[in-house]
C-alpha cells in the first residue's frame, strides 16, 4: 500500500481515524469527482472556483481559456489548494447535532504548471473529452490551432494530498437510542437521464453507441 508521507498541513485533525493518505485511495477519489474546487489567493482575497479536471499518474489537469483567471494564477506559480468532494449519503441521526453526511473527499496543496508541449497537449486533451462520455473524442472533431493556442493546460501535482472518508449509519449518544426518532441513511448518487437532442441535429443522425454504453452504465 504505497503512501504519501503526511504534512503538517495534511495531517488531519478532526476525526483523523477517517483520514487516509494512500494513494490508491486518493486517485479512486480524485477519478469519481465530477468537478474539482480550486482555492487560490487573488490580492489577498480567497477565491474557491470549480473546474473540470483529469487525473493521469500523480497529477491532475485543467483546461480552459488562456484569459481565465484562475488557470493563469496557477501558472504564474501561486500556491493553491484543491479539493474533490463525493456525497454518498445523508446521515439522519436521532439527534440534530449528529446529522451528517457520508462523502470521500480530497485536499491537495500545491503548485501547478503550464504543460506547452503540444503533443502532451493533444494527449490530455483527448483525455479530458474521454473523461466526459468515454468514445467521444473519436467523434468529436479535434480542436484546430487555433483552438488549441486559445486553451491552457494546467499541470497540478498530487504529492501533498490528503483523504478523507465518513462511511456508515449515525452515531448517536447512547440515551438516544431509546427514542422513537427515525434515523437512518440515505444514499445518493449522480445518475445519468435519458439525453435530449439538439435542436439543430438532423433526425438521420442516430445516437451514437457510446453514450448508449455510457447510459447503461450511469443508471
Ligand atoms: C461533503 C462534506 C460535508 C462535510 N460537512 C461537514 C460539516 O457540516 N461540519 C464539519 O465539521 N465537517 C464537515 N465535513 C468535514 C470537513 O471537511 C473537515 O474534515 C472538518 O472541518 C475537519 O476540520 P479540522 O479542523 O479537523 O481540520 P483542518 O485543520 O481544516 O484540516 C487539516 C488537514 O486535514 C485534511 N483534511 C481536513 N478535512 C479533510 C477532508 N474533508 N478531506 C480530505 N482531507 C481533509 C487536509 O489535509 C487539511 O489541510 C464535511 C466534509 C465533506 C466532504
Redesign the pocket.
Known sequence: MAVLAPTP??????APTR?SHEIDTLHRILDLAPIVHVGINVHAQPAIIPTFHLRIGDALYFHGSTANRMFRVLASGEPACVTA?L?DGLVLARSAFHHS?N?R???IYGTAETVNDATEKAKILTGLIEKLVPGRSKDARAPNETELKRTLLIRFPIVEA???IRSGGPIDDEEDYESDIWAGVVPLKTVALSPIRDDLLPDSIPQPEYLSRYLKEHQ
Open positions: 498541513r495534511t495531517t488531519l485533525k478532526r483520514g468532494s456525497i453526511m462523502y473527499s480530497v485536499v490528503s483523504a478523507k
